[in-house]
């Protein structure tokens, strides 16, 4: 287990609809990833978020927010959702030393039909 | 940006030894990590490698050349749950901690 909580486990939803996944990191980091892997594709950068601020962000679309709140979970709003948008999408946290590795949650799976 | 490159697929005997190789372009190397994936569940951590040279852990080491942009992971004495997919990402410097992965290197364990 590696102390990253991710709801829900799967979403099934319509083309156009909005959806929001949840991550709860693990005690102590203040770090949030979220990553999309589709069949075809490896894990893909989305965006990084650090003690509630936007860090970094990656090839993620203008449909696509996030934000991390104070107790520190973080959401993934997916709007005006298409086909291409069903994948595994995974959120993961880290301490902040060079060498700390991104532990992942157990991931959403999202099907857009 | 980045670039990483492994192999899409290896096949290896249970009881041998087999590894697997990533190649990477970077602007600004602050470290490589090995992850392992089974299919539908989440990447987790194997290794780090930040200076040149092999880490050993266990079954699993990790090798790291930054002159060659070149590392790999080595598994010995293979099980059947060792079968899964094997990714390799990159941490470079100004982009705070975040990875880039490679596609991964699907790793077929057989009798």
């Known amino acids: 287990d590696s102390g990253v909580t991710q709801t829900p486990k799967h979403l099934i939803t319509a083309t156009g609809q909005r959806v929001t996944l949840r991550c709860s990191p693990r005690?102590?980091?203040?770090?949030v990833y979220w990553y999309q892997q589709s069949l075809d594709q490896g894990l893909q950068f989305l965006i990084h978020y650090y003690n509630g601020e936007e860090r970094a962000k990656g090839n993620i679309l203008e449909r696509f927010s996030a934000q991390q709140f104070p107790d520190l979970h973080s959401e993934l709003n997916l709007s005006s959702l298409e086909l291409g948008d069903s994948a595994l999408y995974f959120c993961?946290?880290?301490?902040?030393?060079?060498?700390?590795?991104?532990?992942f949650g157990n991931g959403t799976r999202l099907t857009v039909t | 940006g980045q670039n990483i490159d492994q192999p899409t697929e290896m096949t290896a005997t249970e009881g041998a030894i087999v590894q697997i190789n990533c190649t990477y372009q970077t602007s600004g190397f602050n470290g490589l990590f090995w992850y392992q994936q089974h299919a539908g569940e989440a990447p987790t951590f194997l290794s780090y490698?930040?200076?040149?040279g092999l880490e050993e852990k266990g079954r699993f080491s990790s090798f790291l050349s930054r002159s060659k942009g070149y590392s790999y992971l080595l598994l010995k004495e293979l099980q059947m749950k060792d079968s899964a997919s094997y990714l390799c990402?990159?941490?470079?410097?100004?982009?705070?901690?975040?990875?880039?992965f490679g596609t991964g290197t699907q790793l077929k364990v057989e009798l």
């Open positions: 990402a990159v941490r470079a410097t100004g982009g705070g901690n975040k990875l880039t």
């Open positions: 993961a946290s880290s301490g902040e030393d060079r060498g700390a590795p991104l532990h």
């Open positions: 490698n930040v200076l040149d």
């Open positions: 005690s102590g980091d203040l770090s």
